[in-house]
């Protein structure tokens, strides 16, 4: 199925429901919406030569045009490649030279950051701007039937590119049948979705924010782009009294500067109905800081661009059962696997390891990738027999429930034992002077690996080496506390929100 007739059947089911807005203004109704993507689709064929199976780009900053733009390219058959609108022109040269885009939608500011380098660009590939009356004669131009898929569930449909923390960013292959899964996963195990619901894309419409689209056009729900067209707390918590019925997606580091924002103004988030949080880790403490000032509207889930927004989730539900005995356990996992996931764990050697015992994470299902796009040997290393190798270490309980370590590269081998960043990071949060912290390993030749705690303090807090010590040692292991304290003013973070450990190792031996 094309995930472009959910579109279709809603512009027929409710042609009148709004469906684009930015603000509170709406920009189009579902009927005005579907056209658009069946005019632009249309436009895409007839002058641009574009045909079912090509790569379409998109290099712009969150707007409503961006949805109309990705529906057009599956209306009439083609791939997406949404590329982060916050890289690099060179960085996103690649990407359309490693995918072999045809075209790239572009805004202005966009398109001059790929005019710059373009001689790094695909041989013959086109730009086509939304600020452009160009764009706005094919949003009225004369629209076309959705085109069947050949292989139906199996064609691709989302060429989406890691952030290539180390080295280059790889192509994962998503096919319109793994989007229909995660989909019907967020149903079953996210939250329900109803047409007076506004999905608000404060976070990247590239990136996993954008992947929530699906769901919402099936239900003929309102998408809201903030008039910023990206995340300012502030902005959200008014967009929520305003719009009721918000959901959204948000990194941990959003949840956080929420959360902030909503102590300032002494508010509890009204009309954000559901806070979806991934794409990093949350640490016990923070989510237990943002429950007791938002309240129950929290739902966390685990998945990785090889199988999105879709390995495990931790609904709302086991976020308020706090009567169980395992409550707090349950509440720095991030829950059972989804409806149409396998988990399990294994060990160096890929056999699986029984409860309680820590190793890599894999996962297999309906939304795991149909792989690495021109990759062979990416693709050899990461799937195996079905079973994706996240790189993730993790341990699951006698129910299911999943609590992830660190990545497998981030684990600190000290003096032959294994200590994983993460127990260390949840430590020092919980010290009043700690706003946030990324332990690594540093090469030292004795233990061949001491952990250095890289700490950004609050505001008004002094630097004390002995009182986060302390603080250490009364909460984990001796051999795991920090060996040294390095001061920052801010952790080094990706265009998502990840700490870039790579960075701080580097930062380190410098």
């Known amino acids: 199925m094309n995930v472009a007739q959910w579109l279709a059947s809603s512009a027929h089911l409710h042609p009148q429901a709004p469906a684009l807005l930015t603000g509170t203004t709406v920009q189009a109704d579902y009927a005005t919406f579907a056209r658009r993507a069946a005019a632009i689709g249309a436009g895409l064929m007839r002058d641009y030569g574009i045909q079912p199976g090509d790569r379409v780009a998109l290099f712009a900053s969150n707007c409503t045009e961006y949805l109309e733009c990705i529906y057009a390219v599956w209306w009439i058959g083609a791939v997406a490649i949404p590329i982060n609108a916050k890289l690099h022109g060179r960085e996103a040269a690649w990407i359309c030279d490693n995918a072999g885009a045809r075209l790239a939608f572009v805004d202005d ?23 452009s009356e160009t764009y706005r004669e094919l949003q009225h131009g004369e629209p076309m039937s959705l085109v069947p898929l050949p ?14 923390t180390t080295g280059r960013p790889k192509g994962v292959m998503l096919s319109h049948g793994n989007l229909v899964a995660m989909s ?42 903030p008039e910023s067209q990206g995340f300012e707390p502030d902005e ?10 918000v959901a959204m997606f948000a990194a941990p580091t959003m949840v956080r500067r929420l959360v902030d924002a909503a102590k300032k103004r002494g508010e509890s ?27 129950q509207r929290f739902v966390q889930i685990y998945g990785q ?90 341990r699951l309980d006698e129910d299911g429930f999943l609590t992830l370590s660190d990545r497998s590269k981030d684990v600190i081998i000290s003096g032959g034992t294994n200590i994983y960043p993460r127990e260390v ?59 040294r304290y390095v001061y920052l003013d801010a952790l080094p973070k990706n265009n998502y929100g990840k700490v870039l450990k790579t960075e701080l190792r580097e930062m380190m031996k410098a």
């Open 425 to 483: 990071e949840e430590a020092l949060l919980t010290h009043p002077a700690v706003r946030e912290v990324s332990a690594i390993g540093v090469a030292e030749p004795d233990w061949g690996e001491v952990v250095v705690a890289c700490v950004v303090l609050e505001p008004g807090a002094a630097a004390d080496d002995a009182a986060l010590d302390a603080h250490c040692l009364a909460n984990i292991a001796r051999f795991k506390r920090p060996k």
């Open 305 to 394: 661009g090889e199988s999105p927004m879709t390995i495990t989730s931790l609904p709302r539900a086991f976020h308020a059962d706090v009567d169980h005995p395992r409550y707090l356990e349950r509440l720095a996992s991030v829950g059972p696997a989804q409806s149409v996931m396998e988990v399990r764990i294994t060990d160096a050697d890929g056999k699986p390891l029984p409860v309680g015992e820590t190793g890599e994470v894999e996962a297999k299902g309906p939304a795991v990738m149909l792989g690495y796009w021109n990759n062979d040997k990416a693709n050899a290393e990461t799937l195996k027999d079905g079973w994706l190798r996240t790189g993730d270490v993790g």
């Open 109 to 131: 500011d966009s398109r001059d950051a790929l005019v710059q380098v373009e001689e790094d660009l695909p041989t013959g590939m086109q730009m086509l701007s939304i600020d």
């Open 151 to 164: 292989r139906e569930d199996n064609d691709l449909a989302w060429l989406f590119y890691t952030s290539g």
């Open 236 to 245: 959200v918590l008014e967009l929520g009294k305003q719009l009721g019925d």
């Open 269 to 295: 988030g009204e009309g954000i109905r559901t806070i979806v949080y991934g794409g990093g880790p949350m640490y016990l403490a923070d989510i237990r800081d943002a429950i007791a000032t938002m309240g």
């Open 184 to 225: 019907m996963c967020y149903l079953a195990d996210v939250d329900q979705v109803h047409q007076t619901d506004a999905i608000l894309y404060a976070a990247p419409i590239s990136h996993g924010a954008g992947l929530y689209n699906f769901i919402h056009v099936r239900m003929a729900a309102r998408h809201v782009v």
